[in-house]
């Protein structure tokens, strides 16, 4: 069974920075998107970043110019740089990888906490 692996998160101060990075613990074919997802207490799970297979990239409103993704292909991992962090940017940030043939995997998550 495929996992999803993150690391990463921790608590920084407003304004820092931290990079999250997602690892799959088998090399899954085919993956066409990956993502980011962030939960805060109390909200429903939201996209923050996802990145197609060409490299593609999207962004919600309120991580552009802030958050970057990237990825590479041949290690099956997936960052996301985060400059610029803010409160409202704590929460549990979760990836995801869909492959070709639907399927997803998602990791457990690794909490991120801004302080102000």
């Known amino acids: 069974q495929v996992q999803l692996v993150e690391s990463g998160g921790g608590l920084v101060q407003a304004g820092g920075s931290l990079r999250l990075s997602c690892v799959a613990s088998?090399?899954?074919?085919?993956?066409?998107?990956m993502g980011w997802y962030r939960q805060a207490p109390g909200q429903q799970r939201e996209l923050v970043a996802t990145?197609?297979?060409?490299?593609?990239?999207n962004y919600a409103n309120s991580v552009k110019g802030r958050f970057t993704i990237s990825r590479d292909n041949t290690k099956n991992t997936v960052s996301l740089q985060m400059n610029s962090l803010k409160p409202e940017d704590t929460a549990v940030y979760s990836c995801?990888?869909?492959?070709?043939?639907?399927?997803?995997?998602w990791g457990q998550g690794t909490q991120v906490t801004v302080s102000s």
């Open positions: 995801k990888f869909r492959a070709v043939d639907g399927l997803a995997y």
């Open positions: 088998r090399m899954i074919f085919r993956i066409n998107d």
């Open positions: 990145i197609t297979s060409g490299g593609y990239a």
